[in-house]
């Protein structure tokens, strides 16, 4: 009796379970016409078989699970934005009239932000009545992202 590797049908399906594209066709040639043992077979079909679709589990999982991620980093990148134009336009507010806002909507009335700029993640707080504010996001991190504003100089 032949070794295993002395037979041609066995390096037929190898070789043909060797390239991806063929691999299939390797397993029923493996199946049909190699000398091997059932379990043999059934090793190479499972791991064959197993290990690519286990790869193609983990991918689906990983590409699923990461746009969450790269959203809650938008959304923040865009909150940090919001932040950085209230406190801009706090502060020209401050500058123009001589004191702090009392908050968001005062700003949109007065004609320094746009009115239908409506994040309600974003606070706004006085810290000093009309002299000094504090305008402030909470991060998907649940970290906090403040900008003080300019204090208004007394005169």
């Known amino acids: 009796m032949k070794k295993w590797y002395q037979d ?7 070789l043909l379970m060797f390239f991806v594209p063929t691999f299939l066709i390797g397993v029923i040639v ?11 077979k059934w090793w190479v079909t499972g791991v064959g078989i197993g290990l690519p679709l286990l790869g193609i589990i983990i991918a689906f999982f990983l590409v699923t699970l990461s ?16 932040v950085q134009e209230v406190s801009l336009q706090g502060n020209r ?4 009239e001589n ?18 700029f409506n994040d309600v993640s974003i606070g706004y707080v006085q810290l000093n009545v009309g002299k000094d504010c504090v305008v402030q996001a909470k991060l998907s991190t649940n970290e906090a992202f ?10």
Do not use: H
């Open 8 to 14: 041609w049908r066995s390096w037929l399906a190898i």
């Open 30 to 40: 493996m199946w049909a016409v190699a000398p091997w043992s059932r379990k043999a």
């Open 67 to 82: 746009p969450k991620k790269q959203i809650n980093k938008a959304n923040d990148a865009v909150k940090k934005a919001n």
């Open 93 to 96: 507010f401050c500058l123009t």
């Open 99 to 116: 004191r702090c806002a009392t908050g968001i909507q005062e700003l949109q009335e007065k004609g320094y932000l746009n009115p239908s």
């Open 146 to 155: 403040s900008i003080k504003c300019f204090p208004v100089k007394s005169q």
